[in-house]
């Protein structure tokens, strides 16, 4: 068993320069490969974690110049519907007023060819009259020289 314990030292004794390059290899792995990836890869994550943050960040700035862009549509929108009902409304009253002014001028026509007529009415009825005077002068003076050239025709009816 001694001799074991003897082997089993000197297996010890010999490892120890391979225990101590394997410490020194990965003290040197740690601050030459380890340190300097953990660096980078925080610097990674800080980069992307702000790069999602602004991201973020944007998508409320946009989804807040889009509702404000909705808001102004539905402005313009209603303004011009607005605008719209004006022009229509603009449109009804020329369109009344037009009506009104083309009755006022029919009714004018309408009077003064009335009153045309009524007198050319009075004109005829006094020419008629005078006309009618005139020939009922001449029915009388025919019937009476028929009667007076022919008394016995007043008697024999």
Not at 109 to 138: F, H, P, Y
Request: no cysteine; hydrophobic share 45%.
């Amino acid at each position: 068993m001694d001799q074991t314990l003897r082997q089993l030292g000197e297996l010890l004794l010999g490892a120890i320069p391979t225990v101590v390059l394997l410490l020194a290899l990965y003290g040197l792995y740690h601050v030459i490969v380890h340190k300097p990836l953990e660096a980078v890869l925080a610097e990674r994550r800080k980069l992307t974690q702000g790069a999602v943050e602004q991201a973020r960040a944007d998508i409320a700035a946009a989804a807040t110049r889009a509702s404000e862009y909705e808001t102004r549509l539905r402005e313009a929108r209603l303004a011009i519907f607005k605008t719209l009902d004006n022009r229509r409304k603009q449109a009804i009253e020329a369109r009344a007023a037009a009506v009104a002014q083309a009755r006022e001028r029919s009714l004018q026509q309408i009077a003064a060819a009335k009153a045309q007529l009524d007198q050319e009415t009075a004109a005829a009825r006094a020419t008629l009259g005078a006309a009618s005077d005139s020939i009922a002068n001449q029915i009388i003076q025919t019937v009476l020289r028929t009667v007076g050239s022919n008394p016995a025709s007043l008697g024999g009816r």
